[in-house]
């Protein structure tokens, strides 16, 4: 780690953070006596924190986020000459960065024709429903407006984005919600018996759930659903064999809006561009964030068909037609800059087909740790995407203590690898270690991911 900073700098630093900040999804009581992490520097898969430690990075920033990996110097160029040029302007107007990305982005996504920039998750997901709500109004004269979302699914942190989360915990405590957002089941075959479910064709039996919620509800009433391609948060879950596809026949069926949250999965993570794009799935919407600039400066965007883009265009007559909504910060040019830089890097170093190879590495050493430690249950994912579901009890599938859990993740930090669990989400599932290293990595680093979870595992379990 390069001493910016001195040891007395970093101890004000440390101080002035416990003074001040409130950290996101923490509870602060410890940090009276713990010093707040801090990270000071990121290098290719690795970060430094305040102490000079390092850790090799299994998470991509936390939260799927750094998909390119630290100190990208040519993101960094980008960024700095686009915002001396203009940093910003509202997004009434356009943007050169804006506009090339735009171009170079939707020809990964055949049928996707525009693109809406704000610049969170939470915020693109809001604009997928205020759309769906609009075309209600204009359509189908406001009935045509609920939002189907499905059990273990997040879609963000704002009063509407939870109440269409199918994550109680990060809901509890937040309501009363925004009405019109109907749940249905999640589809992780692993928990199949749990639901009722038959042991054959689990994945048509699942989509065949939210046709259930959409003959209870009345197909007229329902505008849109909202699905993750791969579950993230909720579970790290793939989609059951047999699935996507009836869920595309129900959605044709009943007119309605398919919109797929690629906030985690898009840009790249699964060994795709979009977790769609593994399932032969024609989205109406589609969500993005986190990868799309990797981190490098804040980007969401919204995409969609020109079928749905000419529905806000059709009569100039009327004031309220077209889509009055606006994102102060979708504005910014620094996002569409460091998107396509991004975008090159992963085109230019191969990281889609790094990403299959390591992920398929990866799923086959966390395989082997499933035959040594009796507490995985199952291990999943796609691509630099993948979980380790633990149980106490491996025939009845019991979850494990979250404590536990929490006790790998925190063991795996001591020995300088950070890695994930689902946490907050699921009342007495937050058992699932999650893993998301850059699509940068190399066995080399998986090894070190892995050896790092077999010790954990080894002492938290003995
Ligand atoms: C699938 C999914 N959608 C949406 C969001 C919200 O994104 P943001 O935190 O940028 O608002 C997240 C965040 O973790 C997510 O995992």
Known sequence: MDGTLSQNDLSHVVETDRKHI?????????????????????????????????????VSGGVWTVNVGYGRESIAKAVHDQILKLPYFAGSAGSIPGSLFAEKLLEKMPGQTRLYYCNSGSEANE????????????????????????????HGTTIACLSAGGQDERGAQYGPYTPGFVRVPHCLEYRAAEQGAPVENYGEWAADQIEQVILQEGPDTIGALCLEPVTAGGGVITPPEGYWQRVQEICTKYEILLHIDEVVCGVGRTGEWFGYQHYGIKPDF?????????????????????????????????????????STFGGCTAGPAAALENMRIIEDEGLLANCTAMGDYMLERLNELQDKHKV???????????????????????PM??????????????????????????????????????????????????????????????
């Open 22 to 58: 409130w950290h996101h999804l923490t509870q602060h009581k410890p940090l009276e006596t713990n010093d707040p992490r801090i990270i000071i520097e990121g290098k290719g898969m690795r970060v430094w924190d305040q102490k000079g430690k390092e850790h090799l990075d299994a």
């Open 127 to 154: 604009k997928a429903f205020k759309m769906v709500r609009q075309i209600a109004h204009k359509k189908y004269g406001g009935k045509k407006h609920k939002i189907l979302y499905r059990d273990r699914d997040y």
């Open 286 to 326: 589609v969500t993005m964030a986190k990868g799309v600039a990797s981190g490098y400066a804040a980007i969401a965007c919204l995409t969609t068909t020109e079928e749905v883009f000419e529905m806000f265009k059709d009569n100039t007559d009327d004031p309220l037609n077209y889509f009055r909504d606006i």
């Open 376 to 398: 995985i249950g199952q291990v999943r994912g796609k691509g630099l995407f993948l979980g380790a579901e633990l149980v106490s009890d491996l025939e009845a599938r019991t």
């Open 401 to 462: 203590d979250e404590k536990l859990v929490q006790a790998v993740v925190g063991d795996c930090m001591g020995q300088g690898v950070i890695i994930g669990a689902t946490n907050r989400s699921l009342p007495g599932y937050n058992n699932t270690l999650c893993f998301s290293p850059a699509l940068i990595a190399s066995k080399d680093d998986i090894d070190e991911i892995v050896t790092a979870v077999d010790g954990a595992l080894g002492r938290v379990f003995a």
